[in-house]
């Protein structure tokens, strides 16, 4: 690599210096360090790098994808992106110029090392089919092709006169040819050009078509393609042979040299970390590396022969045929990049970042596809994992402010008002009536009431949190759970003069935490109680669905918006709100709920239409005489 040039594109010095040492370690050259995309192009213009290093996010008018759009149009350097951003949406602009690699800070070393020479290979590539076709183009102009033509029974051999030129010779050497017509030809072609000739002589063959050395007039080799055709005479017998002589040693040169690529790339493909395949222009593999088998657990044999959409994601084959199709429209060689699903012979799925190019034939009809294929699932899966830890963080951030506002705000209001009222009553005793004195002590038990059951509510949604609550389930028969809930409320509905009706079978048996399903039906229950003006209903129902047994309490009350509901049950959003005749909840209680509910193998969800009254339910598994298999 001490023959790479790099221009290397960062604003922050520390990091472009610590990425130069890094790079110059491993044998490359960093010709220039720039901070913004107007140096870049600048740098690019008068220095020529053998790749440019681009930063995203840079300093002047241009950020890194646009400065590397234009030196991809203007100067077809390759830029290969080194940037600290992996969201989806720099990834997928910087794709739109066609880069030559994607990679995410910081360095490695081994994976820069391949796409560096990936890079350098397939630009180099470009510019080798560019050079070719305009050498084909002189070459056509030029004419190199000379004619000759052998009276046989004369046995005269008159030559174009710029023949001899052709490879070196001068006029006179011609009378050197007509004396041995073979001195000219290499020693090892001789027998074959000789044989060949004389085959058509003797009317064994009517034409011919070889290639044979040549030595020319300097001392080197040349090639020639000889033709031949022989015109016969009125008796059929051959009288002289007309024929062409093609200078091919430039052709032949170049065999050489793409027999020497085709080498390197054969070395490149087998030993590259990277997966690369090679397929028809119709999906189907050609060739595939044993990197590209190792990442999708096939063999090169299972491979060969299929098409890429059997191997690909469902959810990604449409993406991978636009570009495709994108490819095929464009006669660029560039490779575009995407982040797609391969399916793994195992069932995995595997991500991987796939860089695809279009190689076409000498008429610019497309012959293969190039496919190059990083494995990215762990990138993938440590994406996922920061989008959950985020989550989670949020939640417990939620958690902890909910405590906080639940400390300072719904414990402090009660302990202020029992603070209040008992000092009045301690201050004024002696003046007060004795109703007054009821009232007092009514509302002292009242706040008390509110202050315990917030306080159990917390401790007992703290016990959630930190997994020190346990399970214990036992057989329970909601008929008897539902007549304990209705003798522990009636009194509550009749102050309130609403209706409390209790619908459970006798046969329903359940198996569940006894104190939890308890918990969840007394909330059900004061809820709907709070939130039902006077002469309203409330009705508590339980059926059997399956294997699960089904419970309701079903209210004519004020019920909730459906912007509401979204949150009912969220920890991190405020739904609290006061009942008909001001009642205080504590924020927490359908929380608990759900988390209840959810130890205990049901499903908890709200049905509510504003001002017409709300529907909460859940399940619970029943106990069908065999306690090992509800467990499972």
Known sequence: MADTNILLVEDEQIVAKYIEKQLTGAGYKIIASVTSGEKAIEKVTTLKPDIVLMDIK?????????????????????VIYLTSLSDDESFQRAKKTEPFGYLIKPIDLKEFNRVV????????IYKELINTRQRFQIAAEAAKTRVWELWINEDKLILDSTMPALFGYVDDDIQEINKDRMKFVHEEDRELV????????????????????????????????????????????PKRIIGSATDITEQKKYEVALSQSEEKFRNIFESSGIGIALLEPDGRFTKVNKSFCDILGYSEKEIIGIN??????????????????????????????????????????IWALTTISLIRDSENKPSFFITQVQNITRRKKYEEQLIKYTEELKLLNAAKDK??????????????????????????????????????????????????????????WSMVQSGRITVDKTVINLAELGKEIIDLYEESAKQKHLELIININEDILVYADKYMIDTIVRNFVSNSIKFTNPGGKIIIKGMINGDNAEVSVTDT??????????????????????????????????????????????????????????????????YLGNLQSIDK
């Open 58 to 78: 840079i300093m002047g008018s241009m950020d890194g994808v646009e400065t590397a759009d234009y030196i991809r149009k203007n100067h077809q350097i390759p």
């Open 117 to 124: 020479e990936m890079a350098l290979y397939k630009n180099k």
């Open 194 to 237: 000789s044989k060949t000739i004389q085959e058509c002589i003797e009317g064994k063959s009517k034409s011919f078509e070889i290639q044979h050395r040549i030595n020319e007039k300097n001392g080197s080799i040349g090639w020639i393609l000889l033709r031949g055709v022989q015109v016969p005479s009125e008796n059929n017998k």
């Open 308 to 349: 890429f959409r059997n191997i690909t994601h469902p959810g990604d084959l449409e993406k991978s045929l636009d570009l495709t199709k994108e490819l095929l429209k464009t006669e660029s060689v560039e490779g575009k990049s995407i982040e797609k699903r391969y399916l793994h012979k195992n069932g995995d799925i």
């Open 403 to 460: 405590f906080f506002s639940i400390i300072s705000h719904d414990l402090r209001n009660p302990f202020n008002s029992l603070l209040g009222l008992t000092e009045y009553v301690t201050h004024s005793y002696d003046e007060m009536t004795p109703l007054e004195i009821k009232n007092a002590i009514s509302s002292v038990y009242s706040s008390s009431k509110q202050v315990y059951g917030l306080i159990l509510n917390l401790l007992e």
């Open 557 to 622: 009350g004020i019920g909730i918006s459906a912007e509401d509901q979204k949150n009912l049950f969220r920890i991190d959003e405020q739904t609290r709100r006061d009942g008909t005749a001001n009642e205080k909840g504590t924020g927490i209680g359908l929380i608990l709920c759900k988390e209840f509910i959810e130890k205990n193998n049901g499903v908890l969800w709200v049905e509510s239409e504003e001002d017409k009254g709300s529907r909460f339910s859940f399940t619970v598994p029943r």
